[in-house]
């Protein structure tokens, strides 16, 4: 169902993987995910690894607009709106910083042929159980992310601070992607407080320059619209709010509502999560608990909600995350048998056009490379990527953890396998995203671990032996094996590594360890 709205609202003034993350409620819709035990043990290790190796890594070695204040009224869309960017009562705030007590040198004892580095250490105060780091989003000359009641920019030459915007609660979910020019809308919580469980705060801002756009206040409408577990995501100049199972658009100009999608009550669908990017698909269960649950996918229009396709699974099947929308290729799983499921590519008219089955073949894959899920958006799902209609899977690794693995590519025409890929020295390789263009292939990353230097590598459509573009640098190894891939992104030649989450002391304190928050190697 899509209600169109056409009332006229204030106009503002322009402007994992493998570590679990904490959602900001214990409610998810999300719950038919396995986490696996490899996630666990993982999570174990990334708190504890890089105070074991942090004594390998090298030495020690923003500016925007002041906002103004803007009033707010209750909203048509059941939201309140502000005029203009403002401080959210005098709690939020944009704050300068040249960089230089957060980047430390990690070149000093590079060798010849490896990459050049920078780190970007954690200058954020957290509280005890820590911090999730979001999405990682990359702008000519910056790249961002989210962390905790802040997100920065930081310049990709060096890893100084660009710029800075605070929010006075905890951000509490990012799209996985911006808009074509560089514009993001993220969600947070009004006030820090851990009893303070919703996300109904989302406020706009220019990735170019740190300037904040305008605030909107989400408002509860009861158990299927609510803000317990609310989902960002991005389509073109249209942002989806995921509320529960109801989905607002608004234009990301100005926080225009566009359209509402709500529960239908006729065959008992509701929604269950929003994938963004060129294209919006919405994700829905629908008869959950009977024999004939199943799941379904639809296009639609970003700017008017109108439904172009529907896909709909197998009976006992539901749709679980969703590795591209362009073309559309989803995870389904059985909800009887749990651990059996598979990847499904759909065509442009809602038609299924390839089943890939995990459960047959000489290789074992992880569901999300056994990251599991604790109530991330449907498109948090690593160890996979889709290009040049190939979906690239990961291998679950042969001798344990952190055991080498393979990527095998997979026509999503026939769903059968084209061929399969391995780096040398027995290491461990996942997919990576990409940001921009790139050349025909996917590029992957070979992991720091055991002494041995991190790899970013390409390999070609036809497979093969990989191309090293970078090899990673030395003195860098050991915070980079600590961060244990958790955010990944290759974006312009430069390849950036964060953790998924810091612990409580990873605050940038002096002589504290585990701070490093971000890598980055270019040529």
Same mark, same amino acid.
């Given at each position: 169902?899509v209600?169109?709205?056409?009332?006229?609202?204030h106009?503002?003034?322009p402007?994992?993987?493998?570590?679990?993350?904490?959602?900001?409620t214990?409610r998810?819709?999300r719950?038919?995910v396995?986490?696996?035990?490899?996630? #666990? &043990?993982l999570?174990?290790?990334? =708190?504890?690894?890089?105070?074991? %190796?942090?004594?390998?890594g090298g030495?020690?070695?923003?500016?925007?607009r002041?906002?103004?204040?803007?009033s707010?009224?209750?909203?048509?869309?059941?939201g309140?709106e502000?005029?203009e960017?403002?401080r959210?009562?005098?709690?939020?705030?944009?704050?300068?910083d040249?960089?230089?007590?957060?980047?430390?040198? =990690?070149?000093?004892?590079?060798?010849?042929g490896?990459a050049?580095?920078w780190?970007a250490?954690?200058d954020?105060?957290?509280?005890?159980?820590?911090a999730?780091?979001?999405?990682?989003?990359h #702008?000519?000359?910056? #790249?961002?992310?989210?962390e905790?009641?802040?997100?920065s920019?930081?310049?990709?030459s060096?890893?100084t601070?660009?710029?800075?915007v605070s929010v006075?609660? %905890?951000?509490?979910?990012?799209?996985?992607?911006?808009?074509?020019?560089?514009k993001v809308?993220v969600?947070? %919580?009004k006030?820090?407080?851990?009893?303070?469980?919703?996300?109904?705060?989302?406020r706009?801002?220019?990735?170019? %320059?740190g300037?904040?756009g305008?605030?909107?206040?989400?408002?509860?409408?009861?158990f299927w619209?609510?803000t317990?577990?609310?989902?960002?995501?991005?389509?073109g100049?249209?942002?989806?709010?995921?509320q529960?199972a109801?989905?607002?658009?608004y234009?990301i100009?100005?926080?225009k509502?566009?359209?509402?999608?709500?529960?239908?009550?006729e065959?008992?669908?509701?929604?269950?999560?929003?994938?963004g990017?060129s294209?919006l698909l919405q994700?829905?269960?629908c008869?959950?608990?009977?024999?004939?649950t199943?799941?379904?996918?639809?296009?639609l229009?970003p700017r008017?909600?109108?439904? $172009?396709?529907?896909?709909?699974?197998k $009976?006992g099947?539901?749709?679980?995350?969703?590795?591209?929308?362009?073309?559309? #290729?989803?995870?389904v799983?059985?909800?009887?048998?749990?651990?059996?499921w598979?990847?499904v590519?759909?065509?442009?008219?809602? $038609?299924?056009?390839s089943w890939?089955?995990v459960?047959?073949?000489?290789?074992?894959? &992880?569901m999300?490379a056994? &990251?599991?899920?604790?109530?991330?958006?449907?498109?948090n799902c690593?160890g996979?990527?889709?290009?040049?209609?190939?979906?690239?899977?990961a291998?679950?690794?042969?001798?344990?953890?952190?055991?080498p693995?393979?990527?095998v &590519?997979?026509?999503?025409g026939?769903?059968k396998?084209?061929?399969?890929?391995?780096v040398?020295?027995?290491?461990?390789?996942?997919?990576?995203?990409?940001?921009?263009?790139?050349?025909?292939?996917?590029?992957?990353?070979?992991?720091?671990?055991?002494?041995k230097n991190?790899?970013t590598?390409?390999?070609?459509p036809?497979g093969?032996?990989?191309?090293?573009?970078?090899?990673h640098t030395?003195?860098?190894q050991g915070?980079?094996?600590?961060?244990?891939?958790g955010?990944t992104?290759?974006?312009?030649?430069?390849f950036?590594v964060?953790?998924?989450?810091?612990?409580?002391k990873?605050?940038?304190?002096?002589?504290?360890?585990g701070n490093?928050?971000?890598l980055?190697?270019?040529r």
């Amino acid at each position: 169902m899509v209600n169109r709205e056409s009332e006229p609202v204030h106009q503002p003034v322009p402007g994992n993987p493998y570590v679990l993350p904490v959602p900001p409620t214990g409610r998810t819709r999300r719950t038919g995910v396995a986490i696996g035990a490899g996630a #666990v &043990a993982l999570v174990l290790i990334g =708190v504890g690894f890089y105070a074991v %190796t942090h004594k390998d890594g090298g030495g020690s070695g923003n500016g925007s607009r002041e906002p103004v204040a803007g009033s707010t009224r209750e909203s048509p869309d059941g939201g309140r709106e502000s005029a203009e960017p403002d401080r959210d009562a005098g709690a939020e705030g944009d704050a300068k910083d040249d960089g230089s007590a957060a980047v430390i040198d =990690v070149n000093a004892g590079r060798k010849p042929g490896e990459a050049k580095a920078w780190v970007a250490m954690n200058d954020i105060e957290l509280p005890g159980k820590g911090a999730q780091l979001q999405d990682l989003w990359h #702008v000519p000359g910056i #790249v961002a992310q989210a962390e905790y009641d802040e997100v920065s920019g930081y310049r990709t030459s060096d890893g100084t601070k660009a710029w800075t915007v605070s929010v006075p609660g %905890t951000v509490c979910d990012t799209p996985v992607n911006p808009t074509p020019d560089g514009k993001v809308v993220v969600a947070y %919580t009004k006030r820090k407080s851990e009893r303070d469980t919703a996300c109904d705060q989302l406020r706009m801002i220019d990735l170019k %320059t740190g300037e904040k756009g305008w605030h909107k206040e989400l408002v509860d409408h009861g158990f299927w619209d609510d803000t317990s577990m609310t989902h960002v995501s991005i389509t073109g100049g249209t942002v989806l709010v995921d509320q529960s199972a109801t989905m607002r658009a608004y234009r990301i100009g100005d926080g225009k509502r566009l359209f509402t999608t709500e529960r239908e009550r006729e065959g008992g669908c509701s929604l269950d999560g929003v994938a963004g990017g060129s294209r919006l698909l919405q994700v829905e269960s629908c008869a959950p608990g009977s024999p004939s649950t199943h799941g379904r996918l639809k296009r639609l229009d970003p700017r008017t909600g109108d439904v $172009k396709w529907t896909y709909r699974t197998k $009976k006992g099947w539901s749709i679980q995350k969703v590795h591209s929308v362009d073309p559309a #290729v989803v995870v389904v799983q059985n909800r009887e048998e749990m651990d059996k499921w598979a990847v499904v590519a759909v065509d442009d008219k809602g $038609k299924q056009r390839s089943w890939i089955g995990v459960d047959k073949g000489p290789h074992k894959f &992880a569901m999300c490379a056994g &990251a599991g899920d604790s109530g991330e958006g449907v498109q948090n799902c690593p160890g996979a990527a889709v290009a040049a209609d190939t979906l690239y899977m990961a291998t679950e690794p042969k001798d344990g953890l952190l055991g080498p693995n393979k990527i095998v &590519a997979f026509d999503l025409g026939t769903g059968k396998p084209k061929w399969t890929g391995a780096v040398e020295g027995g290491r461990q390789i996942t997919p990576v995203p990409v940001a921009g263009g790139a050349r025909p292939g996917v590029i992957g990353y070979a992991r720091a671990q055991d002494g041995k230097n991190g790899q970013t590598v390409r390999f070609g459509p036809r497979g093969g032996k990989p191309d090293v573009l970078l090899r990673h640098t030395s003195s860098a190894q050991g915070m980079e094996a600590g961060m244990y891939a958790g955010n990944t992104l290759y974006a312009d030649g430069r390849f950036f590594v964060t953790p998924t989450r810091l612990s409580g002391k990873s605050h940038g304190g002096k002589g504290e360890e585990g701070n490093a928050r971000m890598l980055a190697f270019a040529r």
